[in-house]
Nanobody, 119 residues
Framework: QVQLVESGGGLVQAGGSLRLSCAAS????????MGWFRQVPGKEREFVAG????????NYLDSVKGRFTISRDNAKHTVYLQMNNLIPEDTAVYYC????????????WGLGTQVTVSS
């Protein structure tokens, strides 16, 4: 069982920055691919950013490319999402997720952290 706990959300003005953190339990954290997703009420959850177990491979939602950066610290069992130049459309609940099997879907999810960007 893997537990994921997000933190770092909050209220920020457009153009500002936030850094989300996701602390993970489990000794095998450095073998998990990790991802960030977001969801707004009435819409499906959408993929935002993903990171391979090694940290070498990343991918992003087109609308956040160049503004968001996903990274990980395996020693701390933590994955981060640095969000810069935030826009109101980034407002959502952000979820951290872990994928255990290579090439598989995401198996474990956190409870989410709210990000609100005011105009």
């Amino acid at each position: 069982q893997v537990q994921l706990v997000e933190s770092g959300g909050g209220l920020v003005q457009a153009g500002g920055s936030l850094r989300l953190s996701c602390a993970a339990s489990g000794r095998a954290f450095n073998t998990y691919a990790m991802g960030w997703f977001r969801q707004v009420p009435g819409k499906e959850r959408e993929f935002v950013a993903g990171l391979s177990w090694s940290g070498r491979n990343t991918n992003y939602l087109d609308s956040v490319k160049g503004r968001f950066t996903i990274s990980r610290d395996n020693a701390k069992h933590t994955v981060y999402l640095q969000m810069n130049n935030l826009i109101p459309e980034d407002t959502a609940v952000y979820y951290c997720a872990a994928s255990i099997a290579p090439g598989g879907g995401y198996d474990y999810w956190g409870l989410g952290t709210q990000v609100t960007v005011s105009s």
